[in-house]
């Protein structure tokens, strides 16, 4: 019997309600067929995916009790069970999901009620049932065996109900049983055991010291036995019928964080710890182990490491003079140095280098004697060649330049200038044929053997090469600070794609360790990758790489690895391999190390539409007026986050590449196009780079008018309509020809019709030019005969010297007379050249009284000049219709007729009306017209235009039948030689 032990972790990460758990009571802890941990709570049960808790209460499973204590069943067989406070409901964790089920279809796994015919049936250890120190007490494995413990004795029993043994025992405690590897074991107080099996007791005792304490955690469900003793945990096993223990927690005080349920997770090399009052405790089994100098033993010592060289087979020498095993460090011969550069030559003297000093302490003298060469420039990189040559180069300060030298150990040790450089060399390596490769700001070079010229490789002048790793097949790999990391072979180089987070871009160093696998650090932490892979990628046989990553939560002080060192790194021949970092050195041995990769299941949890959650099926239906779906993917695992990557593709009407989960593994679209879709959701599950897919279909149906028929019905119509277009068209272009021929023959008739208009209309032109011409001509004559008068009136005047005041009073009279006659006649000439150019005339209603009335008031002064009387008898409300501006004119020139040839005598206005029409009459006593006179104006008044403008005719009575023609009126004259005339103007009713 012995005790094996892990390296250790400091502390225990816990998880409360804080983090997403419903409560912070733990009662049990088991795993289940697909890898995802469950955990019962007093508000439920809990499922842990390594990243999210999924709750699991009588919100969700229709259960009445949120409060369970325990978890039982075969998770390998998928099928765990467990019921809440007072066994109210029985739960099924089946198929990733916590279920109620109907406790009479499941009376073979129905528990028998703690305390029920004073039989306790085992949860596991410790339990609240356990009350009395000894009952009968009933354990049912996983397997389906069982134990049935009472009286003394102890039964056994198949998993069909078939004794297998019985032995009588002898005990104090039922708690004290607890099952390891389907062996019933006893524990004594002292640390004593009993072995129980077909065979008999076997007696046998606990590998370490009792201390007072010593605590059993059975875990039941998942097969699981451990002993916390001296705050130290142990898992216990049975190796060769004896009892073995594994520790596994160092110096933890367990009790006092009051822990009830224990769970190794051997696969993620992870203890999970359930506390009832602080929740979820994580402890992790560290396979890294960082050496960092102690302060009280080495003061003087800094825990920042750069250039690491091997020793022995079992050390390593930093280029500051630490020594150091895989646990510790050995000794300190503190070297003077700038801590880049060492080199061990084959004599096993140590060679480094301090800014321009270059330093070789021998080995002869247990490295006391050193030797010191000074020169001028910077020395930034030194190795030891296999033939003993000693290569180092020196650069200048702050200038891209430098020199190769090489050093040979003779009688007369001498340094060889090979090479000047225009750039800074940071590293050097040698392949097996012994040619040397110089890592360098400007790329990769080879030094060609014999005859010390530099090659540069072709397609690395813009990479800032930091280290060179030549493998067993002489690969040359190289890294750089801001490029990741390079490959090459066979004359060509093959950059590789970085991490999801870029970490790889500055890449420091490449380690190979005996599996084939490359470890590589960074400023963010070290990465573990296939060599065999990334070969496959280099030769277009792969498209993705997987890499697995490593923080400080595995065991490092500091994600921050050092590089810029040669070498950058230190491997045993027993495998461990030496990293520096910025928080001392990291050592570890890749054979110990299993790395939790993503290769469980992958499963959509959840689906989410219009936030409503709908079941998971393997083919989903939503409605074709959906918002938004949202699925939730998840897969058990516990390692770093940064290892779990999903990638979803959609197939379909909508198609979308492949693009990244959330970090909230959860994916979601929104409005899809009807039709039929596929779901693929992927992840690189291992180092083998091979995907792992899951798809789901998504069916989106469409609405009437999507369908095929509805298209093909539109389709139809379509044509039809087409033909149906067709034909109106065709009769409407024969309807529009018809109605084109009418058209064109109608305006052919208008056409016809407005020349004839023109025509009449020049003729008219013509006529009342004719008219203009006659009228112009009357006017002229007129107008002469008064201004005739008038001129001889003042001549006479003029020239008469005596005359009489009556004389002169009747000159004046006459020139009164006189001008008076000419300025109505201009007036009346006025008015009718106004209306006369403004035809169009607008009409109105007006007053004719009023009128009548206006225009005695013009002529009173003339009228009572010649002793006449005129008289306006029109009713006040006679109304006339027409343009008023054109009848005030005819009514002036009728009046102005009348008193002209009236002296003495009288003028009487006066309207008559009949059905038809309106008549206005000016009546006077004047001279009259003779009925030639007469005759002419009747003459005129039927046919204006073809009148001729008689000498003795007057202008008035011209303007008067003019407007009258243009106001659709009529005139008519009854007149006496010396009796008067009556002048009668009508107009027809409106």
Known sequence: MGVEAFSQQKEITWSTDSESLPQNSIKSIAPDKYGFIWMATENGLVRFDGKDFKIFDSQNTGIRNNRIRYIRGNYKKDSLYTTNENSEDLIFLHQRKAAKVNAKRHKNVWPLEPGKNNLFTSEGTPSYFFGKWKRPYKIELPSGESYA??????????AKHKLNFAVSFIYEANR?????????????????????????????SLPFKVMPDLDIFWNLAAEQAFIYNDKNLYQLTMTNGNIAAKLLIKNQNLKTANVWSIYLDKKNSTVYLGSIKKGLGVYKLQY??????????????????????????????????????????????????????????????????????????????????????????????????????????????????????????????????????DFKINYISEDLAGTIWLGTKKGLYMLSAGT?????????????????????????????????????????????????????????????DSKGFFWITTNKGLFQVKKQRLLDFAANKLKALYYHYYDKSFGFLSNEFNGGCQPCAAQLPNGNIYLPSLMGVVVFNPDDISPVVPDDGMYIDDIIVDEKKIPVEKSLKLSKDFERVTFFITSPYFGNPANLNFEAKLDGPDAQDWTDVSKDHSISFTKLHPGKYTLTIRKLSGFDSNYTYITTNIEIPEAFWQTIWFKLLILLAAAVGIYLIYTFRMQYIRKRNILLEKTINEQTHDLKNTISTLRTTKENLSRQIESNTKIMSYITHDIKAPLKFMSMASQIM??????????????????????????????????????????GFETEEFSLYKVAQDKIALFQGIANSQKTTIRNIIPRDAALKTNRQLFSIIIHNILDNAIKYTGNGTIIITYKMTDDRIEIIVKDTGIGMNVKTIQYYAALMDNYQSGVLHKKSKLGLHIVIELLLVLNGKLSLESFENKGTTVRISFPKN
């Open 149 to 158: 413990i009472q009286n003394d004795s102890i039964y056994s029993y198949s």
């Open 176 to 204: 004290n049983f607890f099952v390891v590897d389907d062996h019933l074991v006893y524990l004594e107080k002292d640390g004593r055991c009993s072995i129980i099996d077909r065979s008999g007791i076997q007696n046998t």
């Open 288 to 421: 890294f182990h960082t050496i960092n100098p102690d302060q009280s033993q080495h003061p003087e010592t800094y825990e920042i490491f750069y250039a690491l060289h091997p020793f022995t087979d079992n050390s390593i020498v930093s280029a500051s003079g630490i020594f150091m095993d895989n646990r510790k460090i050995t000794s300190n011969l503190e070297f003077y140095t700038d801590k880049y550069a060492i080199a061990v030559d084959k004599n096993g003297d140590i060679w480094n280098s301090y800014f321009s000093l270059l330093h070789r302490y021998k080995k002869s003298d247990n490295f006391k004697t050193c030797q010191e060469w000074d020169f001028t420039d910077d020395i930034s990189s030194i190795y030891a060649a296999r033939n003993g040559t000693i290569f180092f180069n020196l650069s200048k300060r702050r200038e891209n330049k430098g020199s190769l030298y090489c050093f040979k150990e003779s009688r007369n040790p001498e340094f060889e200038k090979i090479a000047d450089t």
């Open 452 to 512: 010390n010229r530099l090659k540069p490789i072709p397609g690395t002048e813009n990479i800032k090469i930091r280290s060179i790793y030549i493998d067993r097949e002489q690969h040359i790999w190289f890294t750089s600070y801001e490029k990741g990391f390079f490959l090459y072979d066979h004359q060509q180089v093959c950059t590789f794609p970085k991490d999801k987070n870029n970490f790889l871009t500055s890449a420091h160093c490449i380690v190979e």
């Open 798 to 839: 003029y020239e008469s010297e005596n005359e009489s005041p009556e004389e002169v009073k009747e000159n004046l009279k006459a020139i009164f007379s006189s001008s008076t006659q000419m300025y109505n006649f201009i007036d009346n000439l006025l008015e009718y050249s106004k209306a006369y150019v403004n035809n």
